[in-house]
């Protein structure tokens, strides 16, 4: 079949699978491959078990697959072939060097960079879509542009908004498309190219084209506003507990003005996943290499309260359970950093099992997609650690429950029975306000919410 446009992405992760499955379903006239170098990875994605866990996503996979969408290792065939290229490889926060714990490593974009300029032969589009430093497509043009080159290369920027868990509604009914170009001719005309790919089903007037800084910078604000709404919630949450205020009450009448609206004011026991951290650290970081300091101290503070948080949830359950978590039994419920994902990078679970361990705590991890990453994340003290799917069997025997994941299932247990298994006292830390607290304290169980009295009978 002859296709109207070929498009690549390189990088099939948590962004670029979800995003060019949905070009492929929604553009059937287009060729959308998508390549990585890790080939277990295109080997899952061929298969009937995708690498990742996203509601709806593999019902458009199938849909698409083999017709108009393909999963590949063969890069430079893939570069060559396409007139669009998508990079979303993986841009984690640097581990080493300059810039250790708070700059983006960009060694993985900038050897995609190369490998486009040595595999092309003739004009490119490119678009950024991981999330990058501001600046970054000017380095990407200079690596593209130099003069051994002689292919002209267009870059854009084309930030992924989409939350993990509703990626597939998030990109079919986006809250807006986000396009930045340099302001020159070749610039625009490829800004148009990029349009007309997301007319095929993004209504006009939610894409929002833009000069290709302020989009590089829109992503890290857009995320950094969103965590900070978190933080701001979390904050609260602790004076609430001293003052035997409620944060659900709080956060409701709070939501209520239309000028801050309702939604990222769940008080929980920590922000997790792969963007907020990372993308706060990138701020701070821009800002404190233009000597911004005061602005840089501002941002960092979500990221401080976030630890806070969750230390402060570990310190509670040492406390309340009589300053001893040593030899104790307590079962995690939940591991992803939030529900409907099994991807557990950053999720706060990490850090309390960590802290709980080293409080000598034996743990249960029970989760209904994140066992496997949960066993990754924590292989060098999995002995200390059970990994079981059914919460009954993995709540059995264990001295308190901590809530770190929303997942709808653990609101409709059977709380009677998981009581009857445990040892006495019992203990509930919901680090998630998912679950009816009235309810579990009439049934025995001793209460711990977030930023709401606890319910205790002793
Ligand atoms: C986020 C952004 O929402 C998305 O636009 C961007 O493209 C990538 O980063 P994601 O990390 O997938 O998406 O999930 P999100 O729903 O934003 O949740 C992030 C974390 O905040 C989770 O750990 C979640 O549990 C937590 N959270 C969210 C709260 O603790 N309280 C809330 O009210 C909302
Ligand atoms: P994100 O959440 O941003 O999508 P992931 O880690 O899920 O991040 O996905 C990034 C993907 O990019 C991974 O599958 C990784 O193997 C792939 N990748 C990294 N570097 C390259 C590269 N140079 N060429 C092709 N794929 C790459």
Not at 12 to 28: D, F, L, N
Not at 49 to 67: D, F, H, M, Q, S
Not at 117 to 132: D, G, R
């Amino acid at each position: 079949m002859n296709f109207e446009k070929n498009i690549l992405c390189i990088g099939a992760g948590y962004v670029g699978g979800p995003t060019m499955a949905m070009i492929a379903w929604k553009c059937p006239s287009y060729k959308v491959t998508i390549v990585d170098i890790n080939p277990s990875k295109i080997v899952q994605w061929n298969s009937d078990n995708i690498p990742i866990y996203e509601p709806g996503l593999y019902e458009i996979v199938k849909a698409t697959r083999g017709k108009n969408l393909f999963f590949s290792t063969d890069i430079d065939k893939g570069i060559r072939e396409s007139e669009i290229i998508f990079v979303s490889v993986n841009t984690p926060t640097k581990t080493f060097g300059a810039g250790a714990g708070m700059a983006a490593d960009l060694q993985y974009w900038e050897k995609t960079a190369r490998q486009i300029k040595n595999s092309a032969e003739s004009p490119k589009i490119i678009v950024e879509k991981s999330t990058l430093p501001v600046r970054t497509a000017l380095a990407m043009e200079r690596i593209l542009a130099s003069p051994d080159s002689g292919i002209a290369f267009d870059i854009l920027s084309n930030p992924e908004f989409l939350a993990e868990g509703s990626a597939v509604n998030d990109l079919q009914n986006p809250d807006r498309v986000l396009i930045g170009s340099r302001e020159t001719p070749g610039g625009l005309k490829a800004r148009e190219a990029l349009v007309e790919i997301y007319t095929h089903w993004v209504p006009k007037e939610k894409i929002i084209t833009s000069d290709i800084w302020s989009t590089e910078l829109s992503k890290l604000v857009a995320n950094a506003f969103l965590a900070q709404r978190i933080s701001s919630i979390n904050s609260i949450s602790v004076l609430c507990e001293k003052t035997e205020a409620n944060i659900s009450e709080v956060a409701r009448a709070v939501g209520a003005d239309s000028r801050l609206g309702s939604r990222f004011l769940n008080a929980s026991v920590g922000f997790g996943g792969s963007c907020f951290k990372k993308d706060i650290l990138n701020l701070v970081y821009l800002c404190r290499y233009y000597g911004l300091d005061v602005v840089a101290d501002y941002w960092e503070g979500v990221v401080r309260i976030n630890e806070y948080q969750k230390e402060r949830f570990v310190l509670n359950m040492l406390s309340t359970m009589f300053n001893t978590l040593a030899g104790k039994k307590i079962c995690l419920f939940g591991f992803a950093f939030k529900a409907n994902t099994g991807d557990t990078r950053e999720s706060p679970a990490i850090y309390v099992a960590r802290r709980l361990v080293e409080e000598r705590a034996e743990l249960v991890i029970t989760d209904p997609r994140a066992l496997a990453n949960a066993e990754t994340d924590l292989s060098d003290i999995k002995d200390r650690i059970s990994f079981i799917e059914d919460p009954y069997r993995a709540a059995a025997g264990c001295d308190a429950i901590a809530v770190m994941t929303e997942w709808d299932l653990f609101s409709g247990l059977d709380f009677e029975r998981i009581y009857t298994q445990m040892s006495k006292p019992c203990f509930i830390f919901d680090g998630r306000n998912i679950l009816d607290h009235e309810r579990l304290f009439e049934i025995g169980f001793n209460v711990f919410p977030l930023g709401k009295s606890a319910l205790k009978h002793f």
